[in-house]
């Protein structure tokens, strides 16, 4: 059976090229469920670029307000670009409800054009669709499931045994409402 800590892995590729008048702004949906490892892969983004270059990388992930921000560093190539010092990064995302959260991470790539004194940015706005994992962050798991007639009507039901080894009947009574008998957690 899968415990709390379990985790689930998502990639993330962003790519974007030098915006070169105005910011872009790039937008992702992606759904995870349960706690999930995200690793955010930047190696799609345009950053070997001569100088002025790349400023750096504004990072938010969403489940907090704290937005970090890395600067470029030098490659040591001529003529000197300014690169990003990363291009990947790593967050993990806890679910603790049982309900559908919403998060949105944002990657802000600033660069800074020859003509313009204003960097422009290439934004990333990822928006998470994060679930609980239901069944499996309960720790239960499906025994049986059996047909008996209640009044006529065939009736599923269900054992199901928690991670402590308690087993619970589930029983559900009409073909259309799929209305609960009895419940017993």
């Known amino acids: 059976m899968a415990t709390f800590d379990s985790k689930n892995t998502l990639t993330v590729n962003l790519s974007n ?74 967050h993990t995302y806890y679910q603790s409800q049982s309900g559908v959260n919403l998060l949105s991470a944002t990657f802000s790539i600033l660069y800074q054009p020859q003509a313009s004194a204003k960097p422009l940015s290439a934004k990333h706005i990822i928006e998470f669709q994060h679930s609980s994992k239901n069944i499996v962050d309960k720790n239960l798991e499906v025994l049986n499931c059996q047909l008996f007639t209640y009044n006529g009507t065939p009736t599923p039901i269900i054992n199901v045994e928690s991670g402590e080894n308690a087993i619970y009947t589930f029983a559900y009574h009409g073909s259309s409402s799929a209305t609960p008998i009895s419940i017993q957690l």
């Open 17 to 90: 090229t030098q915006p070169t008048t105005v910011d872009t702004v790039f937008t992702d949906r992606v759904a995870m469920q349960g706690n999930t490892l995200v690793t955010f892969d930047l190696i799609g983004v345009e950053n070997n670029i001569v100088l002025p270059g790349v400023q750096g990388l504004l990072v938010n992930f969403g489940d907090s307000d704290v937005t970090t921000f890395s600067p470029a560093s030098f490659s040591g190539s001529a003529p000197v670009p300014l690169k990003l010092s990363t291009t990947t990064y790593k």
